[in-house]
């Protein structure tokens, strides 16, 4: 389950891969199409800004675009700088500290199921998102159109 914000970020992403290349999209453009709060996306771009994922620009001709091309650019990487992974460091079975140090019965397959939940996010693209090419091998299950 992402956060709204996570969810947010991936869909103004998303937005952004669908543009022109080199084409600059205002914050308040984005917020309108996503129906989302435009100061509220505006700290969400900026943290994606910072990040590198998408540039912005000011002035009359200025606002987002990404930078990172979405057939590279992961699902987990726009998804990790919003919502942290699960630590999992209270033992499921008892109320003490688990870890692969000193696991409890359930921690192995335990973290295996963590895995098992991030691993789709760290293969799958934003290009697949929309549609495009899947690559051999990928494990992904993403239709391509």
């Keep these: 389950?992402?956060?709204?914000?996570?969810?947010?970020?991936?869909?103004?992403?998303?937005?952004?891969?669908?543009?022109?290349?080199?084409?600059?999209?205002?914050?308040?453009?984005?917020?309108?199409?996503?129906?989302?709060?435009?100061?509220?996306?505006?700290?969400?771009?900026?943290?994606?800004?910072?990040?590198?994922?998408?540039?912005?620009?000011?002035?009359?001709?200025?606002?987002?675009?990404?930078?990172?091309?979405?057939?590279?650019?992961t699902v987990s990487r726009v998804v990790r700088l919003f919502d942290e992974a699960p630590t999992g460091t209270v033992c499921l079975v008892g109320g003490r500290k688990c870890d692969a140090g000193d696991p409890c019965e359930a921690h192995a397959r335990w973290a295996a199921v963590r895995q098992g939940t991030l691993a789709p996010l760290e293969r799958t693209t934003i290009a697949e998102l929309l549609g495009g090419p899947v690559l051999p091998g990928s494990g992904s299950e993403i239709r391509v159109a």
Excluded: C
């Design 1 to 73: 389950m992402l956060s709204q914000t996570a969810e947010h970020a991936l869909r103004a992403i998303l937005f952004l891969a669908r543009q022109t290349a080199g084409a600059r999209v205002s914050a308040e453009s984005i917020a309108g199409a996503l129906g989302a709060p435009r100061n509220y996306l505006s700290k969400t771009l900026g943290t994606l800004a910072r990040e590198g994922l998408i540039t912005s620009a000011r002035g009359p001709n200025g606002g987002f675009r990404l930078e990172v091309p979405a057939g590279e650019l």
